[in-house]
């Protein structure tokens, strides 16, 4: 796998799309000698189902687990700390990841109960966890979400969860996006496996998921969110922390320079919107649509002013059962013979946006 590439894969079974992105990634003669420690580090900031758009699901850890065994690596660790005022002990039990390490003989570490040391990451000081450390070999399973302050979260803000809760409440005091930058220069980002399935909106503590069904992988942590961003409908200059981890060289911050690789085509969704998810599918005309093409159109439409989306002429079509017909304005290339349409299989979240705002 080259260090600009992504690969995209699409399904309805996480731990076999997991186990499938760890083959085409040659993930076994990335982490080399099979004596090394390798750490799995979800985003389990609450103890919420990951149906809930909050956190990783436990399928794709099973999928990389059963992967590093195949493969002769014994030395697997979970390790996780949730956010500050959340217990981790509870999300390992309610996000499915404690009957993960039952089956498997994985063991958890609860990084809230954890020691830790300050480094010196590259003029900031920052505590990071002794068992994050202890890791030969580390494997980011960040969601693809919305964040109330930084707008994204995803492989680079997914690291937090390797510090105590007391570093947690500095980054906070500091803004979050400097020393989210300066975390990742010694934080390990070895492998970065994203969990697409149904990240939320807006907000890092889910209720609102959107419909994705896909994984992606990627080595750098830095154009991973870059690239996120634009799927999200987010310019990169938007989320400050890209732009900083990218000057103190911890990756490239231009989505342009991604190299994507798509494993299989996208799925058709099966759709269940709720909450503010169902408030924008109002704008939206479906028929037999992909999940990655109908999460770009969501996350776009949640970009708009309200001033904007009252202003839209009619619904926005898309979806595969709009092939060859016309119409009004659709978004991807199953709408190409409307009168206005964005094009991409699927588009990003960002060119949707782009193309809503100029009708």
């Known amino acids: 796998m080259k260090k600009n ?4 894969i699409y399904g309805e079974d996480p731990a076999e799309m997991a186990y499938r992105l760890a083959e085409e990634a040659a993930l076994a003669d990335l982490i080399g000698d099979r004596g090394k420690r390798v750490g799995l580090k979800p985003n389990l900031v609450v103890a ?3 149906e809930g758009g909050a956190t990783t699901h436990p399928e794709i850890a099973a999928g990389l687990i059963a992967y590093l065994k195949k493969n002769g690596f014994t030395q697997i660790v979970i390790l996780e700390g949730s956010w500050v005022g959340d217990n981790t002990s509870s999300a390992f039990s309610v996000c499915g990841y404690r009957d993960l390490a039952r089956e498997t003989g994985v063991e958890l570490i609860d990084t809230q109960k954890d020691t830790a040391r300050a480094y010196d990451c590259k003029g900031m000081k920052i505590e990071i966890c002794d068992s994050a450390r202890a890791v030969d070999f580390m494997i980011n399973l960040p969601v693809m979400k919305g964040h109330c302050q930084t707008l994204l979260t995803c492989a680079l803000k997914n690291n937090k969860g390797i510090m105590p809760d007391r570093e947690k409440r500095r980054f906070h005091s500091l803004g979050l ?15 970065i496996l994203v969990d697409g399935i ?10 609102n998921p959107v419909p994705a069904g896909r994984l992606f992988a990627a080595l750098d942590p830095v154009l991973c969110d870059a690239w996120a961003a634009t799927q999200m409908g987010y310019r990169v200059s938007e989320i400050p922390y890209i732009g900083l981890a990218e000057k103190l ?8 320079e991604v190299l994507l690789r798509e494993l299989t085509p996208p799925a058709v969704a099966v759709l269940h919107p709720g909450g503010k998810v169902r408030q924008l599918a109002r704008y939206i005309e479906e028929k037999d649509s992909c999940s990655a093409c109908y999460a770009a159109l969501i996350f776009a439409l949640s970009r708009l002013e309200r001033e904007e989306l009252s202003r839209l002429e009619g619904k926005v079509a898309v979806g595969q059962g709009f092939r060859g017909k016309s119409g009004g304005a659709g978004s991807g290339n199953c709408t190409s013979a409307f009168s206005r349409f964005c094009p991409g299989c699927p588009p990003s979240g960002a060119a949707v946006l782009e193309f809503l705002q100029g009708l």
Request: aromatic letters at 4%; a negative charge.
């Open 5 to 8: 590439e992504i690969l995209v």
């Open 48 to 50: 919420r189902p990951a």
């Open 177 to 191: 996006h400097k020393p989210i930058a300066h975390l990742n220069t010694l934080a390990r980002n070895d492998f």
């Open 198 to 207: 149904c990240g939320d909106l807006d907000f890092e503590e889910g209720g």
């Open 249 to 256: 060289g911890v990756g490239l911050g231009n989505p342009a």
